[in-house]
């Protein structure tokens, strides 16, 4: 019997969406006044993907859920639940999750949205994990996806070379053995709303007709604050999601966390003992994708021939709210 909590859920399945086009630290350099060394030293990202004009987040959430459902061999009709954490749906309504839901063919699931910016799908995989240990539900598809390219001001070079496009899922199903999701912890505090917000087609902005002109479309954010709060609540959190796990930090064979800045990264690794080799980092490639950040990095870790049956991974996020989420996964 190892060590840990029987966990209640499972990924059986994982896929991505990922936009073709590139855009480079060198691209960037000729939109705004900043420079490779500056962007690759500063955060780790060396190039990331951007959605064209005319797609919608859905198309890369039914081509991530497709190749979900074909490793978990799960036909569509027995999803019980779509859950989707994204801050930059098709539309206002109906939920993004809905088109997935039509096109994929899941007639028997509810489908619905979350927002938590880039805890999404951690949000989402703590409602999946909580609806099976309930026995409220089976099987439920589980994804985080963000097009943030429409809200990046492309003016602006403190955030506009931060962020990238992707969508992540994974199929949650009941658990059968002593692997699976062994911990989910979220949290959030209001205190920080102001330190990193979009106004959108909010009712904030309803106020000032002209919004859409004027800038409220774009994402804002304060760095450096940001920076400060996120190291601190990622350890608390890492450390709550090992405990709730029933394991120790030595028992977590993989840091698989969110993508936002390789500082940040290896500031976590760090106050969790762990050593850098044991840290899957997929930041260059892709840069912040928010939500399909996770998602995204355990799909590539275990492409790349991590992540082994029996190990042990600890994934950690942080976003705008603020929102945070935890989990360790054994697989
Ligand atoms: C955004 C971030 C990379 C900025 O790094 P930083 O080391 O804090 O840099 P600062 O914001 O202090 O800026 C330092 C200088 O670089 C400049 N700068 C900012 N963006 C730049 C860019 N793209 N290129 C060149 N210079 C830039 C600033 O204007 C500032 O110049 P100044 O000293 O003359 O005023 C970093 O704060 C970060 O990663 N924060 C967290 C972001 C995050 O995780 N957000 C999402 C949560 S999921």
């Known amino acids: 019997m190892s060590k840990g909590v029987k966990p209640f859920s499972r990924i059986t399945g994982l896929g991505v969406g990922i936009p073709e ?79 997935v839901q039509e096109a994929i063919g899941a007639k028997n699931a509810a489908a619905w949205d979350v ?24 099987n439920i598809l589980v994804i985080g996806a963000e097009m943030l390219t429409p809200m990046v001001d492309w003016t602006d070079r403190a955030t506009c070379v931060l962020f990238g496009d992707a969508a992540g899922a994974a199929v949650v199903s009941e658990a059968v053995d002593d692997r699976g999701i062994l911990s989910v912890v979220i949290g959030s505090n209001g205190t920080f709303a102001d330190l990193l917000y979009c106004v959108g087609h909010g009712t904030a902005g309803y106020a000032t007709p002209s919004g859409q002109e004027n800038g409220n479309r774009f994402l804002r954010m304060n760095g450096n604050e940001v920076f400060r709060h996120a190291v601190r609540v990622l350890e608390r959190t890492a450390k709550e999601a090992v405990e709730r796990a029933g394991l120790e930090p030595s028992d977590i064979d993989w840091l698989v966390p969110h993508q936002a800045n390789t500082r940040i990264i290896k500031a976590t690794a760090e106050r969790m003992n762990l050593p850098m080799e044991q840290v899957f980092m997929n930041i260059h490639k892709y840069g912040n994708t928010s939500t399909a950040s996770v998602p995204l990095a355990i799909y590539e870790a275990r492409k790349e021939g991590k992540l082994l049956p029996g190990q042990n991974m600890l994934s950690v996020v942080f976003g705008g709210g603020f929102t945070w989420g935890g989990s360790v996964i054994r697989f």
């Open 115 to 138: 927002s938590a910016t880039c805890s999404g799908w951690l949000y989402s995989l703590f409602m999946a994990d909580t609806m099976i240990a309930a026995k409220r539900a089976k």
């Open 21 to 99: 086009n590139v855009l480079t630290n060198a691209d960037l350099e000729k939109i705004v006044d900043t420079t490779d060394d500056w962007i690759s030293s500063r955060t780790g990202i060396k190039e990331r993907r951007i959605m064209k004009k005319g797609e919608r987040t859905s198309d890369y959430c039914i081509k991530a859920a497709k190749e979900a459902l074909a490793e978990a061999q799960l036909d569509p009709e027995l999803l019980d639940a779509i859950i989707i954490g994204t801050i930059s749906p098709d539309m206002r309504f109906p939920a993004t999750a809905i088109y």
